[in-house]
């Protein structure tokens, strides 16, 4: 076991970092209070090769492993947990379907422009009827000729204002159930495929959340992901990596809420002593900081293991369930220790608290991650 950092890892790590806390920690507020996507910052991330970082050279992207991604991923959530997102979903859940289960033909005509950022992609699972219950799928793809014509509702599709392509999922053969489920490749701008809704959210309000309206949209048969049927199994195998990712935003958020805690402890002085001094304040900033570090671990272990081509459904979920509820204890922390100056919009724990909440909803629930992690452990034992 090396719990060591390859050079090449800590070289993406610290050219993240860099970016993160130059450019992106400086606009974060803002790109919150006004809910405005952070279109130059993608711009710079496509530059810099954070859009497709664990994605071939020959197809675009970084051509870095799977720990180097989530180190990257970390350093630009740990400023801003929007930016986090929004590269996120380009990485594990845009380009990771097309790198597994594309075609070659595919993986040069889609794969490339999102590994570069040239385009950004989306993620079209959820529906109002499917939520956890993922399989529960109604939207249509309708064969004729040489096109599958898809209809339906998709809703919280993150990225979904500014796409330019999705991966959408979609019924082939409604009779099967969730063995009818398809995936395709879909350019946003064919017709019938229409925003018919954006929501306005509690946090990570720097990235759009979009309800997506598809009317009779002409997808060429070429576009077909894998195999028809084996869709579930393209979207589950995605949220492998989905899940990890989302555990590397919640461990940014924790870091970002335990690095606040820790400078604002020593400033603020009450009863004659900074804060810091107080037990009770040192067992806070303890427990953080041992959360923040279980969670990383899980983190590692989980991206270093999908790095090596493993299924990780078990670590996959254990990584984002710990690291979620982790990074909610650490906000509410960060929150605590800085009083009622942690309340207001001046002061950045109020943004990592919102922030939070949603690293233990979206890639499935918390209550979901504990249902695979039991599944799992039941069925192959510790
Ligand atoms: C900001 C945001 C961004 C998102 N981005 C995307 C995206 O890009 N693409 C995409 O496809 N989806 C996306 N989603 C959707 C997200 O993955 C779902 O919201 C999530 O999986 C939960 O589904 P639901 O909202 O329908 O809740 P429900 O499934 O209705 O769950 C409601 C409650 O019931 C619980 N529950 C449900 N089933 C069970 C069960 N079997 N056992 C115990 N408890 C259960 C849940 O844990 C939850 O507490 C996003 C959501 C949000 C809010």
């Given at each position: 076991?090396?719990?060591?950092?390859?050079e090449e890892?800590?070289?993406v790590?610290?050219?993240?970092?860099?970016?993160?806390?130059?450019?992106?920690?400086?606009?974060?507020?803002?790109?919150d209070?006004?809910?405005?996507?952070?279109?130059?910052?993608?711009?710079?991330?496509?530059?810099l090769?954070?859009?497709?970082?664990?994605?071939p050279?020959?197809?675009?992207?970084a051509?870095?492993?799977?720990v180097?991604?989530?180190?990257?991923?970390?350093?630009?959530?740990?400023?801003?947990?929007?930016?986090?997102?929004?590269?996120?979903?380009?990485?594990?859940?845009?380009?990771?379907?097309?790198?597994?289960?594309?075609?070659?033909?595919?993986?040069?005509?889609?794969?490339?422009?999102?590994?570069?950022?040239?385009?950004?992609?989306?993620?079209?699972?959820?529906?109002p009827?499917?939520?956890?219950?993922?399989?529960n799928?109604?939207?249509i793809?309708?064969?004729?000729?040489?096109?599958?014509?898809?209809?339906?509702?998709?809703?919280f599709?993150?990225?979904?204002y500014?796409?330019?392509?999705?991966i959408?999922?979609?019924?082939?053969?409604?009779?099967?159930?969730?063995?009818?489920?398809?995936?395709?490749?879909?350019?946003?701008?064919?017709?019938?495929?229409?925003?018919?809704?954006?929501?306005?959210?509690?946090?990570?309000?720097?990235?759009?959340?979009?309800?997506?309206s598809?009317?009779?949209?002409?997808?060429?048969?070429?576009?077909?992901?894998?195999?028809?049927?084996?869709?579930?199994?393209?979207?589950?195998?995605?949220?492998?990596?989905?899940?990890?990712?989302?555990?590397?935003?919640?461990?940014?958020?924790?870091?970002?809420?335990?690095?606040?805690?820790l400078?604002?402890?020593?400033?603020?002085?009450?009863?004659?002593?900074?804060?810091?001094?107080?037990?009770?304040?040192?067992f806070?900033?303890?427990?953080?900081?041992?959360?923040l570090?279980?969670?990383?671990?899980?983190?590692y272990?989980?991206?270093?293991?999908?790095?090596?081509?493993?299924?990780?459904?078990?670590?996959?979920?254990?990584?984002?369930?710990?690291?979620?509820?982790?990074?909610?204890?650490?906000?509410?922390?960060?929150?605590?220790?800085?009083?009622g100056?942690?309340?207001?919009?001046?002061?950045?724990?109020?943004?990592?608290?919102?922030?939070?909440?949603?690293?233990?909803?979206?890639?499935?629930?918390?209550?979901?991650?504990?249902?695979?992690?039991?599944?799992?452990?039941?069925s192959?034992?510790?």
């Open positions: 076991m090396d719990f060591e950092f390859t890892q800590l070289a790590r610290d050219m993240a970092r860099d970016f993160a806390q130059k450019k992106v920690k400086p606009l974060a507020a803002e790109l209070r006004e809910a405005k996507y952070p279109k130059n910052l993608v711009r710079e991330m496509a530059e090769k954070l859009l497709g970082v664990s994605v050279e020959e197809y675009g992207g051509g870095m492993d799977m180097s991604y989530i180190l990257a991923l970390q350093e630009v959530s740990q400023a801003c947990a929007s930016t986090g997102v929004i590269m996120s979903v380009n990485n594990s859940l845009a380009c990771e379907p097309i790198k597994s289960f594309a075609s070659d033909a595919q993986k040069k005509k889609f794969l490339t422009p999102l590994a570069s950022g040239e385009k950004i992609g989306c993620y079209c699972l959820t529906e009827e499917a939520g956890s219950d993922a399989a799928q109604k939207t793809a309708v064969k004729k000729g040489a096109a599958y014509f898809l209809t339906g509702t998709k809703q599709i993150t990225n979904g500014e796409a330019d392509l999705a959408v999922y979609a019924l082939t053969d409604p009779a099967k159930g969730k063995k009818g489920i398809s995936a395709f490749i879909v350019d946003a701008k064919t017709p019938g495929f229409k925003v018919s809704k954006k929501e306005r959210k509690l946090g990570i309000r720097g990235s759009s959340c979009v309800q997506i598809l009317d009779n949209v002409e997808v060429p048969a070429e576009n077909l992901l894998h195999i028809e049927g084996e869709g579930l199994k393209v979207a589950l195998s995605t949220l492998e990596v989905g899940r990890i990712g989302i555990a590397a935003q919640a461990n940014g958020i924790s870091a970002a809420a335990l690095e606040c805690s400078e604002y402890t020593k400033e603020r002085h009450q009863f004659g002593k900074a804060i810091a001094d107080f037990q009770a304040i040192q806070m900033l303890a427990d953080m900081a041992v959360r570090d279980a969670a990383q671990l899980l983190t272990k989980a991206a270093h293991l999908k790095g090596q081509g493993k299924r990780t459904a078990l670590e996959s979920s254990q990584a984002k369930l710990f690291a979620s509820e982790a990074c909610m204890k650490n906000a509410w922390t960060a929150v605590q220790v800085h009083g100056y942690g309340y207001v919009e001046d002061y950045i724990p109020e943004r990592l608290f919102r922030d939070a909440k949603i690293t233990e909803i979206y890639e499935g629930t918390s209550e979901i991650q504990r249902l695979v992690i039991a599944q799992n452990i039941l192959a034992g510790i």
